[in-house]
């Protein structure tokens, strides 16, 4: 998993020490359809390797399946959890996903990039905060 | 680095989780918490009692009750109970209790809709329960991570993922008809690593399943079962072997799987969870019929 520190193995107390104190930040992804944001979520998850290896092996296999990538491992399915989201490539609702550094914890919303995915009740909410603003 | 005035991000989750569970007191009628006696549960525990400190938390605790727990994680979760004043309500389908569903006879998936799917809605029905609180967690797995904190349910305890509430920052919409209800989830921004790290920090009770120790365990269907009673046939039991174990996730001892293992406290545990190269889930049968299945289970009723 992530925190590829070497405190880790040799003195894990420290390492403990170290990660009780760490700040939180929330960010989310915004963006039009397809501008690849779950794409680079995903990118980010698997570059700061927090996919757990059970987890890799079945997005390789769905990729062949559902995938944007022509069988290539498709990073987009890492967020896109829900099986209606994968067979049409696209974010159909938000997914938290979360990292962390050592020194803050991530926690990241990957939103869905227009607004017909959008339920009658969300974009009237929506709206309403618009008017609100 | 943080200054003095920010919290760490334990005492945000802390707190937000603490926020969740007072909000859905405030709101709701008839609110339980689901009891499955693991690690997440006894996070929860831990932060309702701090919630509502010191009364002890206003609701009962619930167990789905399949029959195939292990023996440990039963005395564990009476004993608990009681230490926390709390009423505990278990329920075990009697329908499936009569037709003595086993997961080695039957397998995994009947298993599982019987005695925990089905269980958790009989009992839903007849408590009538408006609110109920679980322990999971989005980074578990790809439909968890997309579900709200508070997760509407209809009248057949259904989910549907594809209308959900808008849930924006820290203001959850109760709103609800007759015979619909919530299911709440106020360990949802929470990860594997963050509710070890708390549990080490706040010394919480968790079972000694989590250590490692030796145990009968055998192979079977693809994982190392422990030999936790004498439904294991004969048979099965023959090729059993002592060794070193422990469980990353606990659950109906057939269908959970041992990883071998030297961790013995705490630290050691985290330890052994931040070099593994696979998810928690990974031991658990339920997951891998395939790609869909816990969301599918889900929109059937599954926690
Ligand atoms: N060429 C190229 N294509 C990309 C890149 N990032 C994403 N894509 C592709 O753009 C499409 C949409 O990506 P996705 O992440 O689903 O976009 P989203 O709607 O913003 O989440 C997919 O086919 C991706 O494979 C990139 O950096 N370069
Ligand atoms: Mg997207």
């Known amino acids: ?133 | 680095m943080l200054n003095k005035k920010q919290m760490t991000h334990l005492k945000q989750l802390e707190a937000e989780s603490i926020h969740i569970m007072r909000e859905v007191i405030a709101e709701f009628d008839n609110p339980a918490m689901l009891y499955s006696v693991g690690k997440d549960s006894s996070v929860m525990l831990h932060l309702a009692q701090k919630a509502f400190y010191p009364a002890p938390p206003p609701f009962p605790l619930v167990h789905v009750d399949t029959t195939w727990k292990f023996r440990e994680m039963i005395e564990f979760r009476d004993k608990r109970a009681k230490e926390v004043g709390m009423e505990l309500i278990v329920h075990i389908n009697p329908q499936g209790e009569e037709m003595n569903i086993s997961p080695f006879e039957h397998g995994s998936a009947l298993h599982t809709d019987i005695m925990k799917t089905e269980g958790l809605k009989q009992m839903l029905d007849i408590y009538k329960f408006d609110a109920v609180f679980g322990g999971a967690r989005r980074d578990e797995e790809k439909s968890r991570a997309k579900e709200r904190i508070y997760s509407f349910r209809d009248k057949h305890h259904r989910w549907d993922p594809k209308a959900q509430r808008p849930e924006l920052w820290n203001i959850y919409n109760g709103r609800h008809h007759k015979d619909e209800s919530i299911r709440v989830f106020p360990l949802s921004n929470w990860t594997e690593l963050d509710i070890w790290q708390y549990i080490y920090l706040e010394d919480i009770p968790i079972p000694e399943l989590y250590f490692a120790k030796e145990r009968e365990v055998v192979e079977y269907g693809g994982a190392k079962i422990m030999v936790d009673d004498n439904r294991v046939s004969d048979e099965l039991r023959k090729n059993s072997r002592m060794e070193m174990v422990r469980f990353r996730t606990l659950g109906c001892y057939p269908l959970t799987g041992a990883v071998e293992s030297a961790a013995t406290t705490l630290p050691e545990i985290i330890q052994e969870m931040l070099l593994t190269t696979t998810s928690e889930r990974q031991g658990r049968v339920i997951d891998q019929d395939s790609s869909g299945s816990m969301e599918k289970k889900k929109m059937e009723g599954y926690f």
């Open chain 1, 1 to 133: 998993m992530a925190n590829q520190s070497n405190l880790i193995a040799d003195n894990i107390e420290e390492y403990l020490k170290q990660h009780e104190n760490k700040g939180l930040l929330r960010l989310l992804t915004c963006g039009s359809v397809d501008d690849g944001k779950s794409t680079l979520i995903g990118r980010l998850l698997y570059d700061s390797k927090m996919i757990f290896e059970d987890q890799l092996a079945a997005i390789e296999q769905d990729s062949k399946k559902v995938g944007t990538q022509g069988g290539e491992v498709d990073l987009a399915l890492l967020v896109d959890g829900l099986q209606s989201e994968r067979e049409q490539g696209i974010t159909i609702d938000v997914a938290y996903r979360y990292f962390s550094t050592d020194r803050r914890k991530f926690i990241i919303a990957d939103t869905p990039g227009h607004e017909q995915t959008w339920s009658v009740s969300q974009r009237s909410v929506l709206k309403r905060l618009k008017r609100s603003i």
